[in-house]
């Protein structure tokens, strides 16, 4: 039988199969005009022809997903549709463990370890209809100390929009499979901006939700304190879809919040007007390493949002960006190293170089810095949140350069420190990564909007608003 490869032979639209859209390929499997089996078969297809050079997957599970993907077939055929996900291919970091799939968290500690649980959010999303393609590229773990030193035993994912480039850490196959079109949405996880770096480089939506708003259950640790899992998508109201499946209370999950999920599309489209946005113009003396690139975009989205009606009102953050990032680094090196531990001392030669100096530095965190990060921590969230609440939303720069080069490996590291992301990570807020265009080497820019605890969706909203006004999403990757 000869399956259809684009979207031109189901809906009459140009877009290849592996470019649609969450939204857009639902509609199509909810109607008859596109089957599961053929979507996935797509993004396979897709797989094979640049996966070699793109190295966004660990594992694929290709078997798996067929064989799922004709249940969807058939449980929709027979009326039994669940739902927007329902036949979507998806991917996840490899630190989301998933029954008798291997796990590796991108290390040589992990490499025969196959889990007998599924991560929550995952199970979530399978149950929704969605259908796992594989688990995706990571920094060792989903950690490190900023740098790559392609001393894994897997080769570096690569940018899809310069494969030359670094795609942001350490959540790297989420970004370079959602941007290159190997997945149609991915989960990774966020300690510090490992799902925002990535949206940023790739050009993507990559949302950390408030702390505890989605589980971390059955996902490998970093650090307690700080770590965070979400959707990476290529559209706001892909990432609202994802985020209806994978939000709610999890028993399992001992840091989970007890309290209702939304409907976040419910509003999606409702417009920014009278909303106050708030813009975090001025960042401090950290803020002079923000390209110029970046800066102008973020004094774009910031026009964008005034033209649709928002009212757009300058404010600072209670403490300076080295605060919030000094006590990220502290909580995080400990933390990890508490973790880790035992992998250090008796196998730290099978460590990446990244993991393995992390865990040095965690080696010497004193208890006193340990406590004086929590107490310093307590008064920039008691601060930040005033400063939260006082908008409706708040519009403020995220990672401050575009995806350095790999022959410039003395970039990287400040791609991943050189962010407001760490500050919500500190505060646990909600946070969006959204692209804001491209430089003129045809790297993405971004910005972060950032909400009140448990209100994604204003943030979602704003987003939408700033995407419905502007291009970006109508540019791809020219693989």
């Not at 793109?54 to 799922?68: D, G, P």
Request: proline residues 6%; negative net charge.
């Amino acid at each position: 039988m000869n399956m259809p490869s684009t979207a031109a032979e189901v809906s009459g639209a140009a877009t290849p199969l592996h470019f649609l859209t969450v939204s857009e390929a639902s509609r199509l499997i909810g109607s008859g005009r596109l089957s599961p089996v053929t979507l996935v078969e797509a993004f396979l297809a897709r797989i094979d022809a640049l996966d070699a050079r793109l190295h966004s997957y660990i594992t694929v599970t290709r078997e798996r997903a067929l064989t799922v993907a004709q249940a969807a077939e058939r449980e929709i055929a027979a009326g039994r549709w669940k739902g927007p996900l329902h036949g979507i291919p998806f991917a996840v970091k490899d630190n989301y463990h998933v029954a008798g799939i291997p796990t590796t968290g991108g290390s040589r500690l992990m490499l025969d370890h196959v889990p007998s649980c599924t991560a929550t959010a995952v199970a979530r999303l399978e149950a929704a209809g969605a259908i796992l393609l594989g688990k995706l590229n990571t920094w060792e773990y989903g950690t490190g100390n900023g740098g790559v030193y392609h001393d894994l035993p897997f080769p570096v994912a690569r940018n899809p929009w310069d494969l030359e480039c670094f795609t942001g850490g350490s959540s790297t196959g989420a970004g370079a499979s959602v941007a290159a079109g190997t997945a149609m949405f991915a989960l990774g996880s966020d300690t510090g901006g490992s799902i925002r770096l990535p949206a940023a480089a790739c050009g993507l939506l990559g949302f950390k939700a408030t702390f505890g708003r989605v589980s971390r259950a059955h996902c490998l640790p970093n650090c307690w304190t700080l770590d965070h899992t979400g959707p990476l998508t290529w559209t706001v109201e892909d990432n609202a879809i994802v985020m209806q499946a994978i939000a709610g209370h999890d028993p399992d999950d001992p840091s989970s919040a007890d309290v209702p999920t939304p409907d976040y599309r419910k509003a999606l489209h409702a417009g920014v007007k009278g909303l106050v946005v708030g813009f975090v113009r001025d960042l401090g003396p950290e803020g002079a390493a923000l390209d110029a690139a970046n800066a102008q975009a973020l004094e774009d989205a910031a026009r964008v949002l005034e033209q649709q009606g928002a009212i757009i009102r300058e404010v600072t953050l209670p403490a300076p960006l080295a605060h919030y990032r000094t006590v990220t680094k502290v909580i995080n090196w400990a933390e990890s190293y508490s973790i880790h531990e035992r992998d250090f001392l008796e196998r730290s030669a099978l460590m990446g170089q990244a993991l393995r100096e992390k865990m040095m530095s965690g080696f010497t965190v004193r208890a006193a810095d340990y406590l004086a990060a929590t107490r310093l921590r307590r008064t920039l969230v008691a601060a930040t949140d005033a400063l939260v609440r006082s908008c409706d939303a708040l519009l403020i720069a995220g990672a401050f350069h575009v995806a350095p080069r790999f022959d410039a490996p003395d970039t990287v590291a400040p791609f991943t420190a050189d962010t407001a992301t760490t500050v919500f990570n500190v505060t646990g807020h909600p946070a969006l990564t959204v692209c804001t265009g491209y430089d003129a080497g045809g790297l993405p820019l971004n910005a972060q909007i950032v909400g009140r605890f448990f209100d994604e969706a204003t943030v979602l909203r704003v987003a939408q608003a700033y995407e419905a006004a502007t291009p970006w999403r109508a540019r791809r990757p020219a693989l």
